[in-house]
């Protein structure tokens, strides 16, 4: 049995050179029933608003499964 999911944004902006070099801004109580499309363009949206170059926009959904 599971219950309700929560669905979360996540950004990734290139910060400086170098693969770890990732700067994330977490969006959280995104509406589960939001497409990818809808989910993708909000997040490229988002991204214009900061300093750093966007290279991810990622959907985090996750299901919390009764024990």
Not at 10 to 38: I, P, R
Request: charged residues 20%; proline residues 1%.
């Amino acid at each position: 049995m599971t219950t309700a999911m929560v669905t979360k944004l996540q950004l990734q902006f290139k910060k400086g050179e170098g693969a770890h070099n990732v700067k994330v801004a977490n969006f959280a109580y995104v509406n589960e029933a939001a497409s990818n499309e809808d989910i993708k363009a909000v997040g490229d949206a988002l991204g214009k608003l900061y300093a750093y170059p966007l290279v991810g926009v990622v959907r985090n959904n996750a299901i919390t499964l009764a024990a």
